[in-house]
């Protein structure tokens, strides 16, 4: 199983980008990126080593490490690997006591059980050392919910967040929906009607789908079931004990299910998030709900054709509240590392507001989790297209489980991987009409119970 994870910016946004950032003070490179670093070379000598997953973020960092490396006089080697290869490489080196990592991703769905069996490094203890850590590096601007993950039961933190996702809702053809006499759905019962609506309406290169979606289903699927008033655990992550079959998990799953068989392309079951994505900017889809970097493509894409048509917004509430689904990366040091405070140095560098603030200038990486730098002024020019200011509702989405409860528990379990694949199967079955919802889900609470028992698990 994989995350959601963040397409490439477009050609003609970076370009736009790029002219943005020629206003930059020439400076920037320099003390604007290094404000904690000693003009001495106090780790001269020292390699330092770690480990993530392969994303746009690391290939954006590489660029700029070679400054770090002449301030400090440390060199570092960071090693990416495929998603599944690194959790796999990470959990075996962390959970053994190695020693090979100064510092790594801390992923979000192993994060809780990381942190839970003491396997990293108290960062709070390096952030609150103003020998190690200026004030002004401010561990509290870090946006809550993207924290959430990394956080012990006392509220010390053992990762720091480089990457959010924020699941929202990207409209294509609102001018169809006019037509029809629609408004944006702010409700389930709302999307159902507007799916139903337009499904089927002459969109001018042939008919329009009412929705679309991917074959992600255990990233997509529940929000449908928290908002009929379930989870995916009984209680997350304490109790782990599935709840695939309650009448809200049943509910959920029909309601989703509904939306793809009845007013997704044909084929649905086999879609890619690229395919998803292609059909929403072709203006061939109407709604498609996904991580903001997914739907914000119809503005930014030099591919769209219905830039003057989409728009972008919060997911619609369901009967039993709102929650849209989350999530966050975040970068740690592993317990036994030999050179903890140059890892904590690189990391303060990476995660500073300073090089945070550039890197959003000099290339528009959007899904940072700072909160100055995202309600920055040039943040928010960077990100308000057609009107639309997508930095706002990103951080509304990335902040709410953080508010109330953390209805995104259920995705740092360590066995949700197990869940997911199960559930996965179980949708496909109602919506190719196999078996109704209950059905199905009764099916899933049974598999999921026996892949956890397998797995050792105790439910």
Not at 228 to 255: E, Y
Not at 362 to 374: A, E, Q, Y
Request: net charge positive; proline share 6%; hydrophobic share 40%.
């Amino acid at each position: 199983m994989s995350l959601p994870h963040s397409p490439a910016i477009d050609p003609q946004r970076r370009r736009l980008l790029k002219a943005a950032a020629a206003s930059v003070a020439a400076g920037a490179g320099g003390t604007l990126a290094f404000p904690a670093i000693a003009q001495a070379k106090p780790f001269a000598g020292v390699k330092l080593r770690g480990a993530a997953y392969q994303h746009g973020f690391f290939n954006i960092l590489r660029k700029y490490i070679p400054e770090f490396e002449q301030q400090t006089g440390m060199t570092v080697d960071l090693q990416l690997s495929a998603f599944p290869v690194y959790n796999q490489q990470a959990d075996l080196e962390l959970s053994s006591g190695g020693s090979a990592w100064d510092f790594c991703n801390v992923t979000f769905i192993l994060a809780a059980r990381w942190v839970a069996a003491g396997l990293l490094a108290n960062l709070s203890d390096f952030a609150a050392d103003r020998k190690l850590t200026p004030a002004s590096w401010n561990p509290d601007d870090f946006v809550k919910g993207a924290q959430l993950p990394y956080l012990d039961k006392a509220g010390k933190a053992y990762g720091f967040a480089w990457e959010g996702g924020a699941m929202l809702m990207g409209i294509s053809r609102t001018d169809l929906m006019k037509k029809r006499g629609v408004e944006a759905p702010q409700t389930f019962d709302e999307l159902m009607k507007v799916a139903e609506a337009i499904h089927g309406q002459d969109g001018g290169s042939g008919p329009v789908t009412g929705f679309v979606s991917s074959n992600l289903h255990h990233w997509f699927l529940p929000p449908y079931v928290q908002g009929f008033g379930g989870d995916f655990f009984v209680n997350p992550p304490g109790d782990i004990k599935p709840a695939l079959d309650s009448a809200a998990a049943v509910q959920g799953t029909d309601f989703y299910a509904r939306l793809l068989s009845k007013y997704s392309p044909q084929g649905v079951l086999g879609y890619t998030e690229d395919q998803a994505r292609a059909a929403l900017i072709g203006g061939r889809s109407n709604i498609f709900i996904h991580s903001s970097s997914w739907v914000s493509a119809m503005l930014t894409s030099p591919d769209s054709k219905v830039k003057d048509t989409a728009r972008v917004m919060r997911m619609p509430a369901g009967p039993k509240g709102d929650f849209p689904a989350s999530n966050s990366q975040g970068l740690g040091i592993p317990k036994n590392a030999k050179n903890k405070e140059a890892a904590w140095e690189f990391i303060k560098w990476t995660l500073s507001p300073e090089l945070t603030a550039r890197i959003v200038k000099d290339t528009g990486h959007p899904s940072i989790c700072r909160r100055s730098v995202i309600e920055s002024a040039e943040y928010k020019r960077i990100n308000t297209i057609n009107g639309q200011d997508l930095g706002k509702l990103y951080l509304e989405v990335l902040e709410q489980p953080g508010k109330t409860r953390n209805y995104m528990a259920y995705r740092t379990v360590k066995e949700f991987p197990l869940v997911g694949d199960v559930v996965n199967k179980a949708v496909e079955r109602v919506v190719s009409g196999q078996q109704p919802a209950a059905e199905s889900m009764k099916a899933a609470q049974d598999a999921a119970l026996n892949a956890l028992r397998r797995a050792g698990a105790k439910v």
